[in-house]
């Protein structure tokens, strides 16, 4: 039997469930087909360690999805369905090798109070960025939640010259244009207030020199600034265990240990899909890919008398991914103890990226193959802002380590011999917690478990994870905008009529916002103008 519904979405990423939420709720039948054994992508948790011990795998902070359109569309439907979200008023700091600390917390007196004991200027400077912020953030968020190019995105442009001025919008630009450094050298003078903001430069794969790296650094902490961080009761799968409850109550699918094989095509126009199973499913009206473009490309591979898919391979065949990502996930029995000091136990994400000679040093060699002698290290402290995560009186840890090769070439400590990431996985994840215990000494002793997934293991978990890319697709300044994933492929329409692309590696981009696949569903279902 040949089943019929309206949309077919490939992919439970969180923005091909937002798309099938969306349309679900607008009357469609949707089904969403999953090559894994459970949904959610780059957002999932799981007792990686030890019972009792939940560990985001992958992302952990939630504060884009919280400040979603999407979200802020189906709150209610979400919250029924069990969705559950913590507001941390610590939110990001930076240990340094000296023994001390700085950090953003959501009272602007506090951080404030804090940068003021380096430099006057630089709390001074703080305080004016964050007025900056207040000015720009409505016409930011309102481009990036915009096709582009658009009616919708050429207007929140004039509503942003109108409002700010010609001088204003050439600031806007300045600044996406700028690397973390040239930004932050602009605004600040004390080194240790520029390495704690610039630290988000290195979540996406921006050294402190790359064009394009100071928009990301900007709006992290301007947005923790005013709005604290946000992560998830139980995990960050608090948001797809809501999603998919929330469709399946809309009347919506989700078939797991399906991956779809084929797109197919006929007459131009995408039909439906063919499951590993051989099983077909049909689509009426769109099917939409949750997909980084060369899986896209691979599923719609050789449909005669049709160049689109043909040109959209070409187009994106240059797609690059950005450095890979290793995820260390510890269960401890007791917090981390920091030598900076316990005040820094409470804020959920502590960056080890000191100073921007170390953010280079360590994302050059990462681009020439090398194994970074010193890793940067994002360190989350979920059970500090969620016990639920943790036996009672025990602790994990999420330790990101940014930034590392696809490929193995070398190391640049000349210590580790091994090329493949299954052989060199474990000594570079020694490596990370060795340094990590110099900043919180006895942490490993502490150490009940560990779970290390290599860049290889994220790719093997989730494709769109090219080379262990949590970005899915480098965001340099020629992969973004309007050139993600290519030049005229930006407005996620798909290389057939009714096919489109959401996900990380569509404009607005990788992170836990759903952006792109509200947008594909508010425009489905007709409440937002077609992109031509
Ligand atoms: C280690 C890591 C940490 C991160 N931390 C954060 C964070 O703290 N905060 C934040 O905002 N963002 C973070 N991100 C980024 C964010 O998680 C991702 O950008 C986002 O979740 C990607 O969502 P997506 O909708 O593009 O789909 P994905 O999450 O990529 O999901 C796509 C799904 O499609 C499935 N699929 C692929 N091919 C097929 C096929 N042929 N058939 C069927 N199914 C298929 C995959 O199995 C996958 O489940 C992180 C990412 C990683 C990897």
């Not at 798309?19 to 607008?26: N, W």
């Not at 080194?191 to 990301?216: E, I, N, Q």
């Not at 193959?369 to 943790?390: F, H, K, S, Y």
């Not at 025990?394 to 990431?421: C, F, Y």
Request: proline share 6%; net charge neutral.
């Amino acid at each position: 039997m040949t089943l019929e519904f309206d949309a077919v979405v490939v992919g439970a990423g969180h923005n091909g469930l937002a798309t099938a939420v969306h349309l679900a709720s607008r009357g469609w039948s949707v089904t969403v087909v999953e090559k894994a054994s459970a949904p959610g992508g780059a957002v999932k948790t799981a007792e990686a360690t030890l019972p009792g011990f939940r560990h985001d795998l992958y992302a952990m902070n939630l504060s884009m999805f919280a400040g979603s359109p999407f979200f802020a569309s189906h709150r209610d439907g979400l919250l029924k369905h069990g969705l559950e979200l913590v507001p941390s008023r610590d939110g990001f700091a930076t240990a340094f090798p000296d023994g001390t600390w700085l950090g953003v917390s959501q009272d602007i007196e506090t951080t404030t109070a804090r940068i003021a004991a380096l430099s006057a200027a630089d709390a001074r400077n703080w305080r004016a960025l964050m007025d900056r912020f207040g000015r720009e953030a409505p016409h930011i968020f309102a481009l990036l939640g915009a096709e582009l190019p658009s009616r919708a995105a050429m207007g929140a442009v004039w509503k942003a010259w109108r409002a700010l001025g010609v001088a204003g919008v050439a600031d806007i630009a300045k600044l996406v244009l700028s690397s973390p450094r040239a930004f932050l050298d602009a605004h600040f003078e004390h080194p240790k207030v520029k390495a704690m903001l610039g630290a988000w430069g290195l979540h996406l794969d921006f050294g402190p020199d790359v064009a394009g790296g100071a928009l990301f650094p900007y709006l992290e902490s301007c947005a923790c600034q005013s709005f604290g961080m946000v992560f998830g009761r139980g995990g960050a799968d608090t948001i797809i265990r809501a999603m998919t409850g929330y469709l399946r109550s809309l009347g919506g699918d989700i078939r797991l240990d399906a991956p779809v094989e084929a797109i197919e095509i006929e007459g131009g126009r995408a039909r439906g899909v063919r499951l590993a199973s051989g099983e077909r499913l049909i689509a009426r009206r769109a099917v939409v890919a949750n997909l980084h473009p060369k899986g896209l490309a691979k599923l719609v591979a050789g449909r005669a008398g049709d160049r689109r898919p043909s040109d959209f391979a070409a187009k994106t065949a240059g797609f690059r991914a950005g450095p890979g990502t290793m995820m260390i996930h510890l269960a401890l029995n007791g917090p981390a103890e920091w030598r900076a000091g316990a005040d820094l136990g409470r804020f959920p994400y502590v960056h080890l990226a000191p100073d921007f000679g170390t953010m280079g040093r360590t994302y050059n060699e990462a681009m020439a193959g090398l194994l970074p002698a010193e890793p940067v290290l994002v360190v989350g402290q979920p059970t500090a802002i969620d016990p639920t995560r943790a036996p009672e009186g025990h602790h994990i840890l999420w330790v990101q380590v940014r930034v590392l090769p696809a490929d193995i070439r070398g190391d640049a400590a000349g210590a580790i011999q091994a090329r493949t990431w299954d052989e060199a996985k474990e000594a570079y994840a020694d490596r990370a917690i060795a340094l990590l215990e110099t900043y919180a000494p006895g942490l490993s002793a502490k150490i009940l478990a560990r779970a290390v997934h290599s860049p290889l293991d994220l790719e093997r978990d989730n494709p769109n994870l090219v080379g262990g890319d949590s970005l899915s697709g480098s965001h340099q300044l020629d992969q973004n905008f309007l050139f993600r994933p290519a030049f005229g492929w930006s407005k996620h329409r798909g290389p057939a009529d009714g096919l489109f692309m959401v996900g990380a590696s569509t404009w607005p981009g990788a992170g836990t916002g759903a952006g792109s696949g509200f947008m594909v569903g508010k425009r489905l279902a007709g409440e937002a103008r077609p992109a031509r």
